[in-house]
């Protein structure tokens, strides 16, 4: 089978290793990838292969702004350890994700990974890169970029870089006025974490499934049927303005609701502001982590060494 320079990519891309090695095992096992891995496996060469199994729910959340913030990109990268992610070759390498989803308009991770990182490498290509010499395990997990018309986009990372928010503010406004409150609300996202902007956009799924638990709850403290309606109307309206950004009380002063503070900050600047969007990203949320059971490894292996 001809040795072609797509394949040799390919396995590169696979294992880490150097493209002369990629080539040289490629033409050892006559065009089997499969037994190419092998064979720089074997040889020590293959770097990222065998750790491309390992769970990385770790990693760093990082946001970029275009000159006018009229358009913004939030990503996450996930790495095996926290002490990877505060790697400064590692930040690097994320906040250059941030700034290439940015410029380009990709739909998926697979486009995104096809992007020139710099003249010898995509992004595909330099993950792999990473994936070598870092040591663990990387992932570019997720990504979003914004750029609705009318809209200025602000955020917020929290200093560990595990939370990141943007959010959108429709105004005439430019970027510098509405700089505070943009981070503002954007760490009210971040610390409260509403499921959703405003009453308008609250998932009937949601309210019907709330409803009946708290019906139930309602039922169980031994109400009078008659008014078990009135009494969940009112918990659930309670519930709205606790899950609902606008209608959260403002952290930074519990006398105002965010939409308030918001209009406050509207007046000072002479032009209307309204909060359109919100995204925030928590490292790892919804991925699985494996859970070490040191006990039960060391356990094992004394059953398996009794048995031989």
């Known amino acids: 089978m001809a040795v072609t320079a797509a394949l040799v990519k390919e396995l590169r891309e696979m294992t880490g290793a150097g493209m002369m090695d990629c080539k040289k095992a490629l033409v050892e096992t006559d065009g089997n990838i499969d037994k190419a891995v092998e064979v720089l496996r074997e040889k020590g060469l293959s770097k990222a292969a065998k750790k491309s199994d390992r769970i990385a729910a770790m990693g760093l959340v990082r946001i970029a702004y275009s000159e006018d913030a009229g358009a913004a990109a939030l990503v996450e990268v996930n790495s095996e350890t926290d002490f990877v992610s505060k790697n400064e070759e590692f930040v690097t390498f994320v906040e250059k994700i941030a700034e290439i989803v940015l410029a380009n308009d990709v739909k998926d991770i697979e486009e995104l990974k096809a992007v020139k990182y710099s003249d010898e490498n995509t992004v595909g290509e330099e993950l792999t890169n990473k994936i070598a010499t870092i040591g663990e395990n990387l992932t570019i997990r997720r990504f979003e970029k914004f750029n609705e018309d009318g809209v200025v986009y602000r955020g917020y990372i929290h200093s560990n870089g595990m939370i990141g928010v943007v959010v959108g503010l429709q105004t005439e406004a430019d970027k510098e006025a509405v700089s505070v409150v943009g981070k503002d609300v954007a760490m009210q996202v971040a610390s409260m974490n509403p499921k959703f902007l405003n009453e308008d956009g609250v998932d009937p799924e949601y309210i019907a499934h709330e409803t009946e638990i708290l019906r139930q709850q309602v039922l169980n403290e031994g109400k009078p049927e008659a008014m078990v309606d009135k009494i969940v109307a ?75």
């Open 234 to 308: 009112g918990k659930i309206k309670k519930e709205i303005k606790e899950v609902c950004l606008v209608e959260q009380k403002f952290v930074k002063n519990g006398d105002l609701t965010v939409a308030q503070y918001v209009e406050e900050v509207a007046k000072e600047v002479g032009k209307s502001i309204a909060v359109a969007s919100m995204t925030r990203y928590e490292v790892g949320e919804g991925i699985e982590k494996k859970q070490e059971d040191f006990a039960a490894e060391v356990a094992a292996q004394q059953a398996a060494a009794a048995a031989k």
